[in-house]
Each structure stands twice: as C-alpha cells, then as structure tokens.
C-alpha cells in the first residue's frame, strides 16, 4: 500500500501551502492530487470528474502559484456558467491566496452594476471569474484586455453547453492571446465540450475520476439553509429540538473549533474543541470524556476527525459545509456506526446549492430540508430536560441539607415549599429565560421551504397602515422591486426615500421585505414628479421601480436568464396611468409633509399638478405647454 500524497510534495510555494493548511485541507483528493502536477508545469487539462470532488482547488492552487502579483492585469480567467459558481469560485480563489500580498480577485456577472466592476478593473484584478456573456461585454467594450493573460479555465463546461453559453465561450477562446494555458473541466463529455476541448487545447492530459462514494442508508440526511450570521441560532435551536446523545460539529478551522465550543458552553451545552494544535495526548482525554458520557458535543475539523470511532455519536451536524463530497461521506460516516441509526445535518448557504446536489449525486441519497422547530417543541424539550435533571437528582444525590434549608426558610419567612422550589429553579437557570418566545426564533429560513416551491408567505394586505403620528394623512401601499435577494435593509429604504423625495422619515410607514420585492406605505397624494425620481432611486444597486401597490409582481424566476438578457427587466410594468393626478393635493417641504391642496415644493419650487407651472415660471412638459410654444414660433 502506498503512503497517500501530501499538499506539501506538489511543488506548491509555502504562501499557498500556509492558506491551505489554516483551511484544514489534510490531503488532497484524487483529482487535485493528478491535476496540480499537470498545470504547475504548463501543460493544457482535459478534467473529468463530478461536482464537489475537488475541482475548484484543483485549478486554483497550481494556477494562483504562477501569477505575478506586481502585474496589475488579468492573467487568469475562469469562465463558469452562473453567477452563484462565480462568487464560490472567486471566494476560494481569495482564501487560497490570502498570503499572496497585491493579488486581486474579482468576480464579473450579469445583474450586478457595471459601475461596480469598472471601478476594480480599473484598480487592477490579476484574476477574474466570471460568466460569459458579462465576460464578452467587458472585452466588447475594451474593458477587460486580456493581453497579459497567462491561463484560462472552462469550468462546468456541461453545464455552459446545456444553458446556451457555449459560443460565447469560443468567442472568448478565440479573443485570447494564442500563448495561454487552458484547463477544461466537466463531469460529463458530450460532443459538444469534445469539440471545444480538441479545438482549443494544445496537446492536453486528460484525467478523468470516477465518483464511487456512497453513504450508509441507516443514516438520515437533511438540510438547513441558513445564513452564517444565524448558524449559532440555528445550531442551538436543532441541539433543543433533536433528541440527542454525542454529537460531533464540523468547522473548517482551528480557531471556529475554539470559538463555537465557547459559545456554546455559554449557552449550557457541554462542548469541547478538537482541533491540530490541540497536543495528542489532550486529544485523546477529550475523546475519552466524549465515550464516558462527561462531554456532549465535539467541535472538529476534518483532519482530527478522521478515523474517530464513538459509537454513542447520534448526530454530525456540518456547521461549515466540506469542501469536496469526499469530506463529507467521511464526516457523516462518524455516526451510525455498528449498525446503529445515525443522524447528518447540514448547514448551507443559499449560494451553496450547487453543492447540495453534487453531495447528493456522491451519496445517491436524497437529502431532505429540515423543518424550523417550533416554539412549542422547543420549550417541550427545556421542560422535559429541566424534569429529567431534577428526578436524576433526587434519585441519585444526598439531598438532606436542602430539605433542612427549605424548611428553615418556611419558617423563618412564611413561605410555601412550591415558592422555595420555584425560586431554587430560577436560580438554577442562572437568571436566563426558561421559556423561548417566537421572536426569538431565526428569522433566516426562506431558503429552507421546498425545492422549486416559491415564496408561500401570504401575499401582503392591500390595506396601508395609518400613521399614528399624524392620522390625517392618508396612506398609500408601494411596491419596490428590491427584496432580501438584494440584501436590502428597512433602514435602506427609508433613507433612500427619505433623501430622494426629501420627505421626512415620520412620514414612511410600515415596510415588508420579501424575497424579490417589498412593500412601503407612503402619503397617498404623493407628487407625479416625486415618484419619478423614485423610480429611477436606487437601493443595493438596484432601482426601486415604485409602483401602486395592488397585486404581488411577478416570481423572480419569470425574469428573464443572465447571459441572455443583460439587464434586470421584469415583465410587470407600473400601474399609473397617464392621467394619474396623485400629486394634486399633497405637499412637500424641506421641513417635512405638509397636506395643503396646493401643490408641492421641492427644492424651493411650488408645483402644480394641473398646469404644471412653478412659482419661478418654469413649465412642466405638458401639452398645453406644447401648444403654446408653436404658436409662439407660428407668430
């Protein structure tokens, strides 16, 4: 048997090396392994193997090793085909590279500003990930030049076939320097990619991997979608609604091990770290604890964990998620073990989808959403474990002194036992809340409804809320096209409206954010002009595109697909009319809103929405307007 290859015997440069091992990558996997070699010495790679095996780290550490940092110009590119593989791809490319000072990584893809990617190209980006149709445009319009261009990388070129890109990726091939080094990766080969591959590579090493992992079926999978500001909420609220024994965690570095056992032992669990700087003979104590029943939850990374056989494991919960489909079989396989039941859990980012599926295809299982536990269920279980604790105690402890005590108390005060015992458990708690309250629970959980299922949250009321400050303005509901999809906060929006119509904040009322758009209540007599400049306003990039409120827009995958069209254009246009005459009555100051049935100020300017002149005798566009002006000319 042959001792397994290192990271370290590749002939990776010790930057690489430094960032590779504070991700806790232990070895690499088959793929990499046979990859790096190929391309650190220059050579074009035909790569065949399936998502989550690795591929990622597979072009990106030999290829990140050969840029020249001092070079402010594009000397990698790596096409993907959407816009969520392109984030991924750039974010671990930035990991991989953290110790390489002056190298600048940045993703392109369509539906974000062009002003934003401009701006970075213009600083200077040595890699660039991105989609191809945004990829095409930069180069149309010089923006991208690729003339130092060292290496280009066709990543899920199946998957580029299958949604339409694939011209434009030779459009792109074709633009590019003739002397570059191209690394082509797809788990399948239709003849299509073949061609691309026997066209555009020079005399490339074809490695190809086949996938056989498998998981053991007396394990159940599921899933959580949750954001990495709500995992320590998540993870608390799955340990009190799980029925569990020892449980091991997940992390992919040494210091989260630290950090979430802390946390955690905060909130009452007993949790330990394990992690590489943990001296062995430390380790194996802590182990130790975890068989004899003295420690709950295990926080580890992949490298410690390997190999760890506790049979009273219940539950592996993946509070990060692997970096390839081969950590995870190993992570899971730590429970059911001799025939037991086991439980795997994992925690994944919206943007992480992609690797749902690959983890799923490698386990040729289907991995289930995980309900949100409810409040009741919850506070069932504190109830029952706060039992449990206290009939353990009597059973099992010399609780003579207490019942002393108590009865010193009854008479020394005049109160009942069921008070002292009530007063004893408060203390126990340590001054936290016994019961938890539905506010408190995660609010994050849209992405954890079924697959392909849409938003099935209610539709908004039609009715606004009235102000309780001034409930003589009468309100109006909004509808904006930006949501929780554009990272948009309620306090955004207020001051986004608030700057753009120099409305005072007092008068903005109630605010829903939803998935893909949300809902504002505003003074219902709000000036035409006024919701011009609204609708071209912009939140997170995105132009709010208001509009009356009266049914919910149309579902975000109605739009039309990037690549194909290159703006954010919904189908669903405003609801006013021509003739909307909403402005006619209202009144807008600097010093807030005034309801006078004259008009409005802006900018010190009164306007009137019926003949649209101003008090400095400035005419709007009217046709009458019009009118006049030719038969000034005709005179």
């Known amino acids: 048997m042959t001792n397994p290859v290192m990271f370290s015997e590749l002939g990776l440069p010790e930057s690489i090396l430094k960032a590779i091992t504070e991700l806790g990558y232990e070895k690499p996997s088959p793929i990499q392994e046979r990859s790096l070699p190929v391309l650190l010495s220059g050579q074009d790679l035909l790569g065949q193997a399936q998502t989550g095996t690795g591929k990622t780290a ?19 590119l790596v096409l993907a085909p959407t816009r969520e593989l392109a984030i991924q791809v750039a974010e671990a490319c930035q990991q ?51 003339d130092h261009l060292k290496s280009i990388v066709l990543d899920e070129a199946d998957e580029m076939l299958r949604m339409g890109f694939i ?3 030779k459009w792109v091939l074709e633009q590019a320097p003739q002397e570059r080094q191209v690394a082509l990766f797809s788990a399948t080969m239709p003849k299509e990619v073949k061609k691309v591959a026997d066209r555009y590579l020079s005399d490339p090493a074809h490695i190809k991997i086949e996938s056989k992992t498998a998981t053991a079926a007396n394990i159940s999978q599921r899933y959580w979608v949750v954001k990495g500001t709500h995992k320590l909420d998540a993870i608390t609220r799955v340990l009190e609604s799980e029925n569990t024994d020892g449980v091991i965690i997940f992390v992919r570095t040494k210091n989260a091990t630290v950090e979430l056992a802390d946390k955690l032992q905060a909130r009452g669990f007993r949790a330990e770290p394990l992690n590489g700087d943990i001296p062995q003979a430390n380790r194996e104590k802590v182990v130790d604890r975890l068989k004899q029943n003295k420690l709950d939850l295990l926080i580890a990374t992949d490298v410690v964990a390997r190999g760890l ?184 929006i207020v001051g986004c409206i608030a700057n753009e119509a120099e409305l005072e904040s007092k008068y903005i009322g109630d605010i829903e954010i939803r998935d893909t758009y949300s809902t504002v209540d505003l003074p219902a007599d709000m000036p035409k002009e006024v919701m011009g400049v609204l609708r071209k306003a912009r939140v997170s990039n995105k132009p709010l595109m208001i509009e009356r409120y009266k049914s919910e827009p149309v579902s975000e995958g109605e739009f039309k697909q990037e690549g194909r069209s290159r703006e954010f254009k919904p189908k669903r246009r405003s609801g006013f009319k021509s003739g909307d005459r909403a402005g006619a009555k209202s009144g807008y100051k600097k010093d807030g809103y005034k309801g006078n049935g004259e008009g409005s100020k802006k900018n010190g300017k009164s306007y009137n929405s019926k003949n649209k002149k101003s008090s400095k005798g400035k005419k709007g566009p009217t046709s009458e307007y019009a009118k006049k002006k030719r038969k000034d000319r005709q005179k």
């Not at 086991?342 to 995980?370: D, S, V, Y």
């Not at 506010?439 to 009235?466: F, I």
């Open 58 to 76: 597979a072009f990106a550490l030999p290829l990140l090793s050969k840029i020249d940092p001092k070079l402010r110009s594009p000397q990698l």
């Open 96 to 146: 991989y590279s953290k110790h390489i000072k002056g190298l600048n990584i940045l993703p392109i893809y369509g539906g974000q500003s062009y002003t934003i990617q401009l701006r970075q190209l213009k600083r200077g980006a040595q890699v660039v990930v991105g989609t191809p149709g945004r990829v095409m445009d930069h180069m149309r319009r010089n923006t991208l030049v690729l």
């Open 167 to 169: 011209d434009d990726v």
């Open 309 to 492: 056989d506790v049979e009273r494991i219940s539950h592996v919960i993946n509070y990060d998620v692997p970096h390839d489909t081969e950590s995870y079989i190993h992570r899971i396989g730590r429970t059911g073990r001799a025939g037991r039941s086991g439980q795997a859990i994992l925690f994944i980012a919206p943007r992480e989808k992609r690797m749902l599926r690959a983890i799923e295809r490698a386990t040729k299982q289907n991995i289930e959403p995980m309900p949100l536990p409810s409040v009741d269920d919850i506070n069932k279980n504190r109830v029952e474990r706060f039992k449990g604790r206290i009939i353990d105690a009597i059973q099992s402890e010399n609780l003579d002194i207490y019942s002393q005590l108590i009865t010193e108390l009854q008479s020394e005060h005049e109160v009942s036992a069921e008070q002292i015992a009530a007063a004893s458990c408060f203390i126990a708690q340590g001054g936290t809340k016994f019961l938890l309250e539905e506010s408190e629970l995660v609010n994050d959980t849209r992405g954890n409804r079924a697959r392909r299922s849409g938003d099935t949250k209610p539709a908004p009321d039609l009715t606004p809320v009235s102000l309780k400050e001034f409930p003589e303005v009468k309100m109006q509901r909004f509808l904006i096209h930006v949501g929780h999809q554009h990272r948009v906060k309620p306090g955004s």
